[in-house]
């Protein structure tokens, strides 16, 4: 494992803010919406959104009536979210790798916020820790892209401007990840990041799941929560108890 994990540098850059800044926020309410109300979750629930990022899920979420934690390991991050702090909305930074302090009556996992590590066993053990966390009937929803739509669709090469920065994307599949290279000149400096998730399609994530005892009771395709189909679906969501 390199001893800078490359998610804790970018994450904690402008740059990562500035390439990324008009995601859609539509498509995460949304997802939002549907979920909170597929599962039918009392407003009385606790939901922890781990990772959290800027804390717009969050936000959203604690709109809908939720007491919400938002934790994330890039200080930067958190500290533009602490901004949206009220009674039942905090955030903290934690890393997923160390086990939670309270538990929760939801953990949401969202937006391809998973597969970062080399070790399996390390993906698997932030699992644990997430299933450790979780009140008794607690449901975890987890939020991941389809890598077999990934690998079909993969775009080798882009360039983006955002912001007058003019940002170099490379994208390949290698060693059993997805792999994205970003190059910039920013601020009088070359500057190089990269971006890598596991190849984890449905039937390696099943593995996991059941390694740590976690059930799986519902596979989702996208932010309509229409059926997974390995073929078109844009994203792979699980819902487990």
Known sequence: MET?????????????HILYKDRNDADAQLFMKNIT?????????HILDLPCGKGRHSVYLNSLGYKVTGGDLAENSISIAKKFENDTLKFKVHDMRKPFNNSYDAIFNLFTSFGYFEEDKEDVLILQNIKNGLNKDGYFVFDFLNVELV?????????KV???????ITREIKDG???KNINFFADNENR???ERVKYIDERKLKSYFEKVGFSI????????????????SNRLIVVAK
Do not use: Q
Not at 4 to 11: A, D, I, S
Not at 37 to 45: H, I, M, R, S, V
């Open 4 to 16: 800078k994990e490359w998610f804790t540098e970018w994450f904690n850059t402008p740059y990562y």
């Open 37 to 45: 109300e597929f599962l039918a979750l009392p407003k009385t629930t």
């Open 151 to 159: 690998k079909r669709n993969l775009v080798a090469k882009e360039t």
């Open 162 to 168: 955002v912001e007058d920065i003019t940002f170099y």
């Open 177 to 179: 990840f997805i792999i």
């Open 192 to 194: 190089s990041y990269t």
């Open 217 to 232: 009771e519902n596979i989702f395709g996208d932010y309509h929560l229409n059926s997974f189909n390995s073929k078109i």
